[in-house]
């Protein structure tokens, strides 16, 4: 019946706005309207249409919180902020580095690191001092 009814609703609206632009790539869209995003609505409906779907669901379901919290995070937080895409080989190879230097200082100390980098333990002490 859902499915039905939802076929309703589809045919109504192209009926309705048979010239709609919610299906237009980013480059059609960029020729027409020199936009690159879909329309707002369009963006919003889907948001609030996952929101209703999680929420009749119910809250016992890990894959559906992973999800949403995925359309969060793509969605919401900035690209920037994850990849700069202006980065120089020099800036990526100085990452990669300080990466590499992190992980060998780890396996140099794992045993203290180990301790005190457990979570919900504490031994009373200050982090100790590594040279």
Excluded: C
């Excluded at 109504?12 to 960029?30: F, I, N, V, Y």
Aim: positive net charge.
């Amino acid at each position: 019946a859902g499915f039905m009814v939802a076929a309703l609703v589809l045919l109504g609206l192209k009926w309705w706005r048979p010239l709609s632009k919610m299906h237009k790539t980013p480059e059609t869209r960029r020729e027409l309207d020199e936009k690159k995003h879909p329309p707002f609505w369009n963006r919003l409906v889907l948001v609030l249409s996952a929101m209703a779907v999680s929420f009749v669901h119910g809250s016992n379901d890990g894959q559906k919180g992973i999800g949403l919290i995925m359309l969060v995070l793509i969605g919401i937080v900035p690209a920037k902020f994850v990849l700069d895409l202006n980065s120089t080989t020099y800036q990526i190879e100085r990452t990669r580095d300080a990466a590499l230097h992190l992980s060998q200082f780890y396996q140099r100390h794992t045993d203290t690191l180990g301790d005190m980098l457990a979570l919900g333990k504490s031994n009373g002490s200050e982090m100790p001092q590594f040279y």
